[in-house]
């Protein structure tokens, strides 16, 4: 199953996708600037894309959204990190608060 709705986060709208896989979910949150996935984002590969700037981070071992929102990034492109200010061990709500 894919579920998209909208979201809020202290008056900052973003759209959160979740797909249901066997064994595990894809969750996403993003907005026109950035985004904030589950483990399965590979930043290194997003990073090897130096002609973007993709703003994004991943966060590991979350299962729901609310998760993703609250549990440290555990890596975040180059990009995010010169833009926006994003760094590793941020929770996915503060990164998302800087777009």
Known sequence: MVDVKPLW???KPFTVVQVD?????????SND??????????????DGKTERQIIAGRAVGVRTIEQLLNAPLQKVTRAAKEHYGWKEGMTGREALLKL
């Open 9 to 11: 986060v202290e008056n």
């Open 21 to 29: 896989l066997p064994e595990t979910n894809l969750l996403v949150i």
């Open 33 to 46: 600037k950035g985004y904030i996935m589950c483990g399965a984002l590979d930043v290194d590969i997003l």
